[in-house]
């Protein structure tokens, strides 16, 4: 029987809590709720890709994101579980070669870079900007374009636990042929049809302090 491709991330097992150490923010204080965090990214392996692969694609989002900030992160305020939720990307990598299985602790991300971490191409494959980069907008010490990895961060005051999907694709086609100016939502799209398989490792996280993650 062929085996199937698999992922494996060590640091926690599949749906258990994310350590803060891979996370972008920490609970703080009462009277400071966030705290900045260690912020890197994860040892990340894959095995038993497909015959036919030409390159892999790293995917990490985050479907539990508010809908609306209008109650995000206010003292005295809740945001509602019933809030509708969307996507948010947190790493995105590309055109990694077919010859790699892996990549490790902190080749993503060691540390909060204010301002960001470059875009485009690097050691490991294509990287694109990830969704802190519309995050931070306007924010004149964090502002800028965010690329490689920027872990968890949900908002402190949310009322439900945030689901962190790291998804690995191998696909038939060896490069999208892009530079770094894209998204996690353009990744998905551009994908489609060139899936050969894929892995998902799945890990919660939670700032609420009275929210089990």
Not at 87 to 108: C, K, R, T, Y
Not at 144 to 163: A, E, M, Q, R, T
Not at 166 to 194: K, N, P, S, Y
């Amino acid at each position: 029987m062929e085996k199937q491709f698999s992922i494996q991330i060590d640091a926690w097992a599949h749906g258990a809590a994310i350590p803060a150490r891979f996370a972008f923010g920490r609970p703080g204080t009462e009277d400071s709720p966030f705290a900045p965090s260690d912020n890197v990214s994860p040892a990340v392996r894959w095995s038993n890709a497909p015959a036919g692969t030409r390159s892999f694609a790293i995917v990490c989002h985050d479907p539990d994101v508010p809908s609306s900030g209008e109650d995000v992160n206010q003292k005295g305020k809740v945001v509602p579980a019933d809030l509708p939720r969307v996507n948010f990307f947190h790493w995105i990598l590309i055109d990694i070669p077919a010859d790699v299985s892996g990549l490790d602790e902190g080749a993503a991300s060691r540390g909060i870079t204010p301002r960001g971490k470059s875009v485009g191409r690097n050691e490991h494959g294509v990287t694109g900007k990830n969704d802190y980069t519309g995050w931070f907008a306007g924010d004149p010490e964090m502002e800028g374009i965010y690329g490689g990895y920027d872990g968890p961060c949900p908002p402190w005051n949310d009322s439900i636990v945030h689901h962190y999907h790291f998804e690995v694709f191998a696909l038939d086609i060896e490069t999208l042929g892009w530079q770094g100016d894209f998204t996690g939502q353009d990744v998905l799209e551009a994908i489609e049809g060139h899936i050969l398989a894929k892995a998902s490792h799945m890990g919660t996280y939670s700032m609420n302090p009275t929210v089990d993650s």
